[in-house]
């Protein structure tokens, strides 16, 4: 799963599948912002997962 480029932001996830457990870590201009951690079950995260979490941030940043 590679970065996915958002509302000028990038969200570089990555996931331990022994934990079932995963962050993006989120750029902008290249600093680090914050990381958004996440549970999951399976071999991986679905990709719907991890979109949906992007959009949840990308949607409350824009409220700000």
Not at 51 to 63: I, M
């Amino acid at each position: 799963m590679g970065a996915i480029e958002r509302n000028g932001f990038v969200f570089e996830p990555e996931f331990s599948v022994v934990n079932q457990d995963g962050a993006i870590h989120v750029y902008k201009n290249g600093q680090f912002i914050e990381e958004i951690q996440f549970d999951f079950t399976g071999d991986f995260p679905e990709h719907d997962q991890i979109e949906e979490l992007v959009n949840h941030y990308c949607s409350q940043k824009s409220k700000k």
